[in-house]
C-alpha cells in the first residue's frame, strides 16, 4: 500500500501510523520523515548545506497546509516568494532573508494559495537520492526552479504580494 502526501503529492511506499507532524506545513508523516533525511545531510556537511535556503523554502512551497488559517498562508506565501528571490531574481541569500524578516515581523494577513493539482515537479523522492553535494545542489536548485514554474498562473499575484510586503517597511 502506498500513501500520497496531500502537499508535494509524491506517493510513499513506507507508511506509517504516526500523526500529521507539523501544526501548520501541509505534510505527512512519511513525507516529513525524506525531508528530515535530507536535513541531517545537510546540517552534518557543510558542502550540502550550501543550498539548505532552497530546499527549506522548497519544502514550504510544496506544502501549503490550510487556507483557513493564518500561519499555513504566512508559511507558503514566505516560502513561494523566498524561492522566487532566489531562483527568478537571483538573489542572494542575504537579501532572501531580509525578505523574510521583514515579511514575518508583524502579524499580517496573506492571500491563501491554491493546491496544485498535477503539477509537474520534484519532490523529497527526488532530492534524498543524491550521493553527492554537486548532485545535491543540482536537484535542489532543479526542485525549486519547478515549484516556481508550477505557480506561473499565480506569479503576478505572488509578485504583488512581495512588493506590499517591501512597501509596507
Ligand atoms: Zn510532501
Same mark, same amino acid.
Given at each position: 500500500?502506498?500513501?500520497? &502526501? !496531500?502537499? &508535494?503529492?509524491?506517493?510513499?511506499?513506507?507508511?506509517?501510523?504516526?500523526?500529521?507532524?507539523?501544526?501548520? @506545513?501541509?505534510?505527512?508523516?512519511?513525507?516529513?520523515?525524506?525531508?528530515?533525511?535530507?536535513?541531517?545531510?545537510?546540517?552534518? $556537511?557543510?558542502?550540502? !548545506?550550501? *543550498?539548505?535556503?532552497?530546499?527549506? $523554502?522548497?519544502?514550504?512551497?510544496?506544502?501549503?497546509?490550510?487556507?483557513?488559517?493564518?500561519?499555513?498562508?504566512? #508559511?507558503?506565501? =514566505?516560502? %513561494?516568494?523566498? %524561492?522566487? %528571490?532566489? =531562483?527568478?531574481?537571483?538573489?542572494?541569500?542575504?537579501?532572501?532573508?531580509?525578505?523574510?524578516?521583514?515579511?514575518?515581523?508583524?502579524?499580517?494577513?496573506? +492571500?491563501? %494559495? @491554491?493546491?496544485?493539482?498535477?503539477?509537474?515537479?520534484?519532490? *523529497?523522492?527526488?532530492?534524498?537520492?543524491?550521493?553527492? +553535494?554537486? #548532485?545535491?545542489?543540482?536537484? *535542489?536548485?532543479?526542485?525549486?526552479?519547478? @515549484?516556481?514554474?508550477?505557480?506561473? $498562473? &499565480?506569479?503576478?499575484?505572488?509578485?504583488?504580494?512581495?512588493?506590499? *510586503?517591501?512597501?509596507?517597511?
Amino acid at each position: 500500500m502506498t500513501k500520497t &502526501c !496531500f502537499g &508535494c503529492l509524491a506517493k510513499f511506499k513506507k507508511t506509517t501510523d504516526a500523526p500529521i507532524p507539523h501544526p501548520y @506545513i501541509g505534510a505527512i508523516a512519511e513525507c516529513w520523515d525524506v525531508y528530515g533525511e535530507i536535513l541531517n545531510k545537510e546540517f552534518s $556537511d557543510p558542502a550540502y !548545506f550550501k *543550498v539548505h535556503r532552497t530546499t527549506v $523554502d522548497a519544502y514550504g512551497a510544496q506544502h501549503i497546509g490550510s487556507r483557513e488559517d493564518r500561519r499555513a498562508r504566512q #508559511s507558503a506565501n =514566505v516560502h %513561494l516568494i523566498a %524561492l522566487y %528571490l532566489t =531562483v527568478s531574481k537571483k538573489a542572494s541569500r542575504e537579501e532572501t532573508l531580509m525578505f523574510i524578516r521583514n515579511a514575518t515581523k508583524i502579524k499580517r494577513d496573506w +492571500p491563501s %494559495l @491554491i493546491q496544485r493539482k498535477s503539477p509537474e515537479w520534484l519532490t *523529497v523522492q527526488d532530492i534524498v537520492k543524491a550521493d553527492n +553535494p554537486l #548532485s545535491h545542489a543540482h536537484l *535542489v536548485t532543479r526542485w525549486g526552479q519547478s @515549484i516556481w514554474e508550477a505557480y506561473e $498562473d &499565480c506569479h503576478e499575484d505572488i509578485i504583488r504580494t512581495y512588493k506590499k *510586503v517591501m512597501r509596507e517597511n
